[in-house]
């Protein structure tokens, strides 16, 4: 990629208390973006750290949940709360950020794949199957605007941050136009045997 290929572009990376997420955002800078971050701290408080303008180019949803068990162990408020955390935040933030969204912008979602899960995490693996048809509608909504929507499936005990880093770098660039719909794995073959 082009460095410098983000300039006068505004990005939003969320999810970004993690090495992976952290990563992103800084990634995006150095190429050029003006970034906005947002997460929640330990003590489960919304942050946020902005820079720019109010136009929005790039949207990406680092989502991070944790496992609530099998469906003996998934209590009502457990599968509520894994739902709001990954599905419901997504769509609405997804929502309103294509308001501000215009020909050229990209959306972004990283999450676990639900490939190959054991089946011990019956909600976590429903949410992000969820995730995986929120991509493939949004793109195929709004790619006549000339807008790009992809998730990027990582394993459970993640990618090592600078690689996932490298490969939004590439999703959100002029080189990324083309790509759009697809649930790209990134899981380094860890379901493939």
């Given at each position: 990629m082009r460095v410098g290929g983000l300039t006068n572009r505004t990005a939003?990376?969320?999810g970004v208390s993690g090495e992976v997420g952290r990563a992103i955002a800084e990634r995006l800078a150095a190429d050029g973006a003006l970034v906005?971050?947002?997460d929640r701290d330990a003590a489960g408080a919304a942050f946020t750290q902005r820079t720019g303008g109010p136009r929005l180019d790039i949207l990406v949803h680092h989502v991070t949940t944790?496992?609530?068990g099998t469906i003996d162990e998934t209590s009502a408020a457990d599968f509520d709360q894994m739902f709001a955390a990954t599905v419901r935040s997504t769509f609405f933030l997804t929502q309103r950020a294509l308001r501000a969204m215009r020909a050229g912008g990209r959306i972004i979602i990283v999450a676990s794949t639900s490939d190959g899960a054991s089946g011990q995490d019956t909600a976590c693996v429903m949410a992000k199957a969820a995730l995986t048809t929120l991509t493939l509608?949004?793109?195929s909504q709004v790619g006549p605007r000339g807008i790009t929507a992809n998730?990027?499936?990582v394993a459970p005990d993640g990618v090592p941050g600078e690689d996932l880093a490298a490969m939004v770098a590439f999703l959100v660039s002029p080189d990324g136009s083309w790509?759009?719909?697809q649930i790209l794995d990134?899981?380094?073959g860890v379901f493939r045997g």
């Open positions: 939003l990376v969320t906005a971050v947002h944790a496992s609530r509608s949004v793109a998730l990027i499936a790509v759009t719909g990134a899981t380094g």
